[in-house]
């Protein structure tokens, strides 16, 4: 324990001094394009470039099997379109005209039972929507027991949806059905996918003594300026800068996000994007909403929420406002102590964005006794560390590579998932938590399939060569959403990836904390990241893997 403690010692020692290097570099604000010396910014020519830009990840060469994996996670997430391109917005679907009704709401229900219920959508001319696509979320829940699940929408295609639920605790159980975007929205979000995803730009500075410049970063970039080409060369990812007129392509000391692009939509295809209206706006009863569910006799609840089949839905519950997974059991860690003694002897690695920088965050604020190191790293960036000396526990954060759209990272901190997975040797006692998703929004689905595989690979390697290692990976979350927002970090576009990343992960010996569900079943109101007592159940459900109740 001693020896192990002062080997660490020397390793925090080592970063310390790496980071201070980097903390005399001041980094220079710049506009979309390029900057010199804190001058005032000046938009170049580029910005009236109207030419398809050069994007990296059309160029990848893919074996035949990976294109048919492609083509067939593409298949998977079509959404139905209307039939018109253009729909009037007094024709598109209008939450307040359109209703649900619980089918047999009359009927004897006991826990264990299916609940349908039909979702009739018109619009605003109270007239019957003929087409489906849009986008709904719905749950069962009783406020008095702080329970919640989800339910599985079925797209009808005629206007009308079935949504499913599993009756999963007795009492009153109460339906709502929310209408996060109407297909005529889907639409707009599709062609900003295909069409601008330079609507995120990012920036880069580069440095030379007193002398910096800063110019936009991007994985598509306008075509007709120099570049600096920063594509891994280990994973193939792709990613360029605009070449600093004066300084070379190896002074880059930072990456920063740039900004969002203003003006995307017309005026019609605003009408489709108002948050009072028809972004996130419930889908009331037109008969009663909710029904009494029976205790079902005879029957050990505890045995029945267990499912043998990983895909059941809904994947868990919430009851007393602790998450119950049907598909494993759950310990709910109440105390420190619990925590430390689950995590004793473990190295813990947090891969990603800033949702899983959450866990970090927890787990350093409940565990008295696991102190974060400074490593100098910049504020909600990492970077971060934080040690147990007296249980010989090491927790690390690392945000993934980008596109990221944190402040400032540093140059040499900007780092793959999928080769941070290949410097390690794994084992019993290494932990690895995984997500990877709010960036990637703004991207054609193919930029976030080449990522993953990347990920995947390393992922397969590291359990090939260290079968005992545990590998979890965290789903994506809903969020808060208004006009703008919809437009860059929609749910939807949320729930495209998040499709894409359990297909390419079934079959892996990896773990789920079904975040999606843990957020869209609880009753505090969206946030892209979760609320205190919704981080807890994930860090629950987190530590039932690395912890397993024996049974």
Same mark, same amino acid.
């Given at each position: 324990?001693?020896?192990?403690?002062?080997?660490?010692?020397?390793?925090?020692?080592?970063?310390?001094?790496?980071?201070?290097?980097?903390?005399?570099?001041?980094?220079?604000?710049?506009?979309?394009?390029?900057?010199?010396?804190?001058?005032?910014?000046?938009?170049?020519?580029?910005?009236?470039?109207?030419?398809?830009?050069?994007?990296?990840?059309?160029?990848?060469?893919?074996?035949?099997?990976?294109?048919?994996?492609?083509?067939?996670?593409?298949?998977?997430?079509?959404?139905?379109?209307?039939?018109?391109?253009?729909?009037?917005?007094?024709?598109?679907?209008?939450?307040?005209?359109?209703?649900?009704?619980?089918?047999?709401?009359?009927?004897?229900?006991?826990?264990?039972?299916?609940?349908?219920?039909?979702?009739?959508?018109?619009?605003?001319?109270?007239?019957?929507?003929?087409?489906?696509?849009?986008?709904?979320?719905?749950?069962?829940?009783?406020?008095?027991?702080?329970?919640?699940?989800?339910?599985?929408?079925?797209?009808?295609?005629?206007?009308?949806?079935?949504?499913?639920?599993?009756?999963?605790?007795?009492?009153?159980?109460?339906?709502?059905?929310?209408?996060?975007?109407?297909?005529?929205?889907?639409?707009?979000?599709?062609?900003?996918?295909?069409?601008?995803?330079?609507?995120?730009?990012?920036?880069?500075?580069?440095?030379?003594?007193?002398?910096?410049?800063?110019?936009?970063?991007?994985?598509?970039?306008?075509?007709?300026?120099?570049?600096?080409?920063?594509?891994?060369?280990?994973?193939?990812?792709?990613?360029?800068?605009?070449?600093?007129?004066?300084?070379?392509?190896?002074?880059?000391?930072?990456?920063?996000?740039?900004?969002?692009?203003?003006?995307?939509?017309?005026?019609?295809?605003?009408?489709?994007?108002?948050?009072?209206?028809?972004?996130?706006?419930?889908?009331?009863?037109?008969?009663?909403?909710?029904?009494?569910?029976?205790?079902?006799?005879?029957?050990?609840?505890?045995?029945?929420?267990?499912?043998?089949?990983?895909?059941?839905?809904?994947?868990?519950?919430?009851?007393?406002?602790?998450?119950?997974?049907?598909?494993?059991?759950?310990?709910?860690?109440?105390?420190?102590?619990?925590?430390?003694?689950?995590?004793?002897?473990?190295?813990?690695?947090?891969?990603?964005?800033?949702?899983?920088?959450?866990?970090?965050?927890?787990?350093?604020?409940?565990?008295?006794?696991?102190?974060?190191?400074?490593?100098?790293?910049?504020?909600?960036?990492?970077?971060?560390?934080?040690?147990?000396?007296?249980?010989? %526990?090491? =927790?690390?954060? !690392?945000?993934?590579?980008?596109? #990221?759209?944190?402040? @400032?990272?540093?140059?040499? +901190? /900007?780092?793959?998932?999928?080769?941070?997975?290949?410097?390690?040797?794994?084992?019993?006692?290494?932990?690895?938590?995984?997500?990877?998703?709010?960036?990637?929004?703004?991207?054609?689905?193919?930029?976030?399939?080449?990522?993953?595989?990347?990920?995947?690979?390393?992922? %397969?390697? =590291?359990?090939? !060569?260290?079968?005992?290692?545990? #590998?979890?990976?965290? @789903?994506?979350?809903?969020? +808060? /959403?208004?006009?703008?927002?919809?437009?860059?970090?929609?749910?939807?576009?949320?729930?495209?990836?998040?499709?894409?990343?359990?297909?390419?992960?079934?079959?892996?010996?990896?773990?789920?904390?079904?975040?999606?569900?843990?957020?869209?079943?609880?009753?505090?109101?969206?946030?892209?990241?979760?609320?205190?007592?919704?981080?807890?159940?994930?860090?629950?459900?987190?530590?039932?893997?690395?912890?397993?109740?024996?049974?």
């Amino acid at each position: 324990m001693r020896a192990a403690g002062e080997v660490l010692a020397v390793v925090v020692l080592v970063h310390n001094f790496f980071q201070l290097e980097h903390l005399d570099d001041d980094t220079v604000s710049g506009s979309n394009w390029i900057t010199e010396n804190n001058d005032q910014p000046s938009l170049s020519q580029t910005t009236k470039v109207t030419r398809k830009p050069y994007c990296g990840y059309e160029q990848q060469t893919l074996s035949k099997r990976e294109q048919v994996e492609q083509e067939s996670l593409l298949a998977a997430i079509q959404w139905p379109k209307p039939p018109d391109d253009k729909i009037a917005f007094l024709q598109s679907t209008d939450p307040v005209h359109s209703d649900f009704v619980i089918v047999k709401p009359r009927g004897f229900f006991k826990v264990g039972d299916q609940l349908e219920v039909l979702v009739r959508m018109k619009d605003f001319q109270g007239k019957p929507k003929q087409y489906g696509g849009d986008y709904l979320q719905a749950r069962i829940h009783s406020p008095l027991l702080k329970a919640g699940a989800t339910g599985r929408i079925v797209d009808c295609h005629n206007g009308l949806y079935k949504v499913f639920f599993t009756l999963l605790w007795p009492g009153e159980v109460k339906v709502s059905v929310t209408l996060v975007h109407p297909s005529e929205a889907i639409q707009v979000l599709l062609r900003l996918r295909e069409e601008r995803p330079d609507r995120v730009y990012f920036k880069s500075s580069f440095k030379s003594g007193r002398y910096s410049e800063t110019t936009e970063c991007n994985v598509c970039l306008p075509g007709d300026l120099p570049v600096c080409n920063f594509t891994d060369l280990y994973t193939g990812e792709p990613w360029f800068c605009y070449k600093p007129r004066k300084l070379p392509c190896a002074s880059r000391i930072s990456h920063a996000k740039g900004g969002y692009q203003k003006g995307l939509l017309t005026h019609e295809e605003s009408l489709f994007f108002q948050s009072d209206v028809n972004i996130k706006r419930p889908i009331l009863s037109s008969g009663p909403d909710s029904v009494i569910v029976k205790p079902r006799p005879f029957t050990d609840s505890s045995t029945m929420d267990r499912a043998e089949d990983p895909t059941v839905s809904p994947s868990g519950y919430y009851y007393e406002d602790h998450w119950r997974p049907r598909t494993h059991w759950i310990h709910h860690f109440n105390k420190s102590d619990d925590i430390s003694k689950c995590l004793q002897g473990k190295v813990i690695h947090l891969f990603g964005d800033s949702t899983i920088r959450q866990w970090f965050e927890y787990l350093t604020s409940v565990v008295p006794d696991l102190v974060e190191f400074n490593l100098g790293s910049p504020k909600n960036v990492g970077p971060f560390m934080s040690v147990d000396l007296k249980h010989n %526990i090491l =927790l690390k954060f !690392r945000c993934h590579g980008p596109p #990221i759209r944190f402040t @400032t990272v540093f140059s040499s +901190e /900007l780092r793959y998932i999928a080769n941070e997975l290949n410097g390690i040797v794994g084992g019993r006692n290494t932990v690895i938590a995984i997500t990877i998703w709010s960036h990637f929004s703004t991207f054609p689905v193919e930029v976030y399939i080449r990522r993953l595989r990347n990920i995947r690979r390393s992922v %397969i390697q =590291l359990l090939d !060569r260290s079968p005992k290692t545990l #590998i979890i990976i965290r @789903t994506a979350n809903v969020q +808060e /959403l208004g006009p703008e927002v919809s437009l860059f970090n929609s749910d939807w576009y949320s729930l495209q990836l998040d499709s894409v990343m359990r297909k390419m992960f079934s079959g892996i010996a990896v773990h789920f904390v079904d975040a999606w569900e843990m957020s869209l079943a609880h009753y505090l109101p969206h946030n892209l990241h979760p609320k205190e007592v919704i981080v807890r159940n994930q860090i629950d459900a987190f530590l039932s893997y690395v912890c397993p109740l024996q049974t």
